[in-house]
């Protein structure tokens, strides 16, 4: 037993050196193989994802739409799950390729992803794994930037301050409202779909908890001002602050690590990060809802 343990154990340290000198074009190989299965069940729920939103848009009672949209969240999650279970995979591969610029990648191209938001210590423990000439080359120094925007912008941490404009071209400050009020970010766009359809959810928790120290500030990633202009007032949000982000002044996007939108973020009145949520569904929507009443309706 004793030969059989010393031989798999240099059968292994022999396939990690072997590992270590494979080509770029060896690892892509490894790793369309690796992704089979979970590539095979993304296909599957994709298609049954389209499948179920074709049906919402042209169903008419509203019991049926409700049950489809439930059906819709619940595909989504087996979404993410399956995007989590790929992302493990991933960690695991990378730890096993540390001289690999095609290995950083792979776990590089998840980090803005909502499954990707919960293991920002598993991705530090990763890339630190890597050898230093993968960390110090030009890929490896996007994902060291990343990372730091990813840690400020994570549950539990200090949000980042900032000073900008608003619609009536007052400046505001994130640092107004500490010791005083709960904020809301909303990062979303007049273009963007989900986040429009979010607005009067959004309406209803600004109503019901403003008063008591709850503030919502809505940041949109626009192409135009007039079109920004033209959807607050169409969706009648004017009562809560409104930021335009021109493109080439997006320093909030990035200090929130915002990589799509709806993407929504929740402040204390400490200025901490206590929530945070990426893309929309009715599963977000109970959390935020959740989180508030466990606010304002304890204290």
Same mark, same amino acid.
């Given at each position: ?201 959004? #309406? =209803?928790?600004?109503? &019901?908890?403003?008063? +008591?120290?709850?503030?919502? @500030?809505? !940041?949109? %990633? *626009? ?5 920004? #202009? =033209?959807?607050?007032? &169409?969706?009648?949000? +004017?009562?809560?602050?409104? @930021?335009? !982000?021109? %493109? *080439? ?51």
């Amino acid at each position: 037993m004793k030969i059989l343990n010393f031989f798999f154990i240099a059968l292994l340290a022999l396939t990690n050196t072997f590992a270590f000198a494979q080509s770029d074009e060896e690892i892509e190989k490894m790793i369309v193989e690796l992704h089979k299965p979970t590539k095979k069940i993304q296909d599957s729920i994709v298609e049954l994802i389209t499948e179920n939103s074709s049906k919402i848009k042209i169903e008419k009672d509203t019991a049926v739409i409700q049950r489809l949209k439930l059906r819709y969240d619940t595909l989504v999650n087996a979404y993410d799950e399956n995007g989590i279970n790929e992302l493990q995979l991933d960690f695991v591969f990378a730890k096993k390729h540390p001289n690999s610029l095609v290995a950083l990648q792979l776990i590089k191209r998840h980090m803005g992803r909502f499954f990707g938001m919960n293991f920002y210590d598993t991705y530090v423990a990763v890339f630190q794994n890597f050898s230093p000439e993968i960390r110090n080359s030009e890929k490896g120094k996007e994902m060291e930037e990343k990372l730091k925007y990813f840690k400020q912008s994570k549950v539990g941490s200090i949000a980042p301050n900032f000073s900008l404009k608003d619609i009536d071209n007052k400046t505001i400050s994130l640092a107004d409202f500490k010791n005083k009020n709960y904020i809301l970010i909303d990062f979303w766009a007049s273009w963007c779909g989900p986040c429009r359809e979010e607005l009067p959810y959004i #309406k =209803e928790l600004y109503k &019901k908890y403003h008063d +008591q120290g709850f503030e919502i @500030i809505s !940041v949109a %990633k *626009d192409d135009k001002t007039d079109l920004w #202009k =033209e959807a607050i007032s &169409k969706e009648k949000i +004017q009562s809560w602050k409104h @930021i335009f !982000v021109p %493109k *080439d002044n997006a320093n909030i996007i990035n200090d929130y690590f915002v990589n799509g939108i709806p993407h929504k973020v929740l402040i204390d009145k400490n200025g901490v990060i206590i929530g945070k949520w990426k893309g929309s569904g009715e599963n977000n929507k109970h959390d935020l809802q959740q989180l508030l009443k466990s606010i304002f309706e304890a204290e």
